[in-house]
C-alpha cells in the first residue's frame, strides 16, 4: 500500500558530507512522522533522526550537531544532511514513515536501505 524509496547513499571519506533522500508513495492520507534509521553490522537499529507532521525534530545525541533532517510535505519526502562525516557512522541507513493510509489505517512502513560508508 505504501512505498518508500531511499536514495543518497554511498562512500565519503571522513568529514565528508553525504545527503539522503526517501519519497513516499501510494495509497497515502497522511504521513505523521518520518524518521531515519541505522544499523552497524553487530548492532541494533537506531533512530538517528525523525521529523512529525507539525515539524518537530528529534535527534541521536551522537548526530547533534552534525545532521540535519528536514522534509517536503508536498512531496512526502525526507532528507538527511549529513556532514562531518565519521567512520562510526557506517551503516545501513534506513527510511521509516508513520502513515495514515487512505483506508484511515495507521502503520508503519520502512525503506529497503541504503549503505553509507565513511572511510579514508
Known amino acids: 500500500q505504501v512505498q518508500l524509496v531511499e536514495s543518497g547513499g554511498g562512500l565519503v571519506q571522513p568529514g565528508g558530507s553525504l545527503r539522503l533522500s526517501c519519497a513516499a508513495s501510494?495509497?497515502?492520507?497522511?504521513?505523521?512522522?518520518m524518521g531515519w534509521y541505522r544499523q552497524a553490522p553487530g548492532k541494533q537499529r537506531e533512530l538517528v533522526a525523525s521529523?512529525?507532521?507539525?515539524?518537530?525534530?528529534n535527534y541521536a545525541d551522537s548526530v547533534k550537531g552534525r545532521f540535519t533532517i528536514s522534509r517536503d510535505s508536498a512531496k512526502n519526502t525526507v532528507y538527511l544532511q549529513m556532514n562531518s562525516l565519521k567512520p562510526d557512522d557506517t551503516a545501513v541507513y534506513y527510511c521509516?514513515?508513520?502513515?495514515?493510509?487512505?483506508?484511515?489505517?495507521?502503520?508503519?512502513?520502512w525503506g529497503q536501505g541504503t549503505q553509507v560508508t565513511v572511510s579514508s
Open positions: 501510494g495509497s497515502i492520507f497522511k504521513i505523521n512522522a
Open positions: 521509516k514513515a508513520r502513515v495514515v493510509t487512505s483506508s484511515f489505517v495507521l502503520f508503519d512502513s
Open positions: 521529523v512529525t507532521f507539525s515539524g518537530s525534530t
